[in-house]
């Protein structure tokens, strides 16, 4: 199966998740490719909390990640196995490594080479701040046009991924 189709694939289950319920098995090809191990094993970060949090007292984490895990290891008739961790940087080991079938993290050009990512699931809009300057108004408003300028937002979407 090619990273194309799998990417395809990956996306329309996911899809699924919001539609009606599935009442057809998934292609065993697909479930091959997606839980090679028999089970879904899926990378949670918790470092941001808009898509995971911890749980409680050392609790299972929860949160949009977690629930698309969760029904996709259905939807694919498996069961799911969690990986916590608390950075990007984390999942995206554990996917480079193959310790992990699944991940939730924004896509990057660079990381498009080692694996496949389907279509946004949530968009997070984020804002950065300067320090005001405390002269002039022109020169305020050449500060505020220096930090503009100096931040530009790389990829405010997220995506999830599968590992090559």
């Known amino acids: 199966m090619t990273r194309n189709t799998l990417a395809v694939a990956f996306t329309a289950i996911l899809a699924a998740c919001s539609t009606t319920p599935m009442t057809t098995k998934p292609p065993s090809e697909a479930v091959a490719q997606l839980a090679p191990t028999g089970k879904l094993r899926a990378v949670i970060n918790t470092g941001n909390p808009v898509l995971a949090k911890t749980g409680s007292a050392g609790g299972e984490p929860g949160g949009v990640s977690v629930d698309l895990a969760r029904e996709l290891a259905k939807r694919l008739g498996v069961p799911l196995e969690t990986s916590v961790v608390n950075t ?22 660079v990381r498009a ?3 496949d990512f389907t279509a946004a699931y949530v968009l997070i809009e984020g804002a950065s701040w300067c320090r ?33």
């Open 88 to 109: 990007a940087a984390l999942s995206v080991e554990a996917l480079k490594s193959k310790r992990v079938d699944v991940g939730f993290i924004a896509i990057d050009p």
């Open 132 to 164: 005001r300057a405390r002269r002039s108004a022109a020169t305020r408003r050449s500060t505020a046009a220096a930090c503009a300028s100096a931040w530009v937002p790389a990829a405010p979407t997220i995506f999830s991924s599968r590992a090559n």
């Open 113 to 115: 080479a080692d694996m």
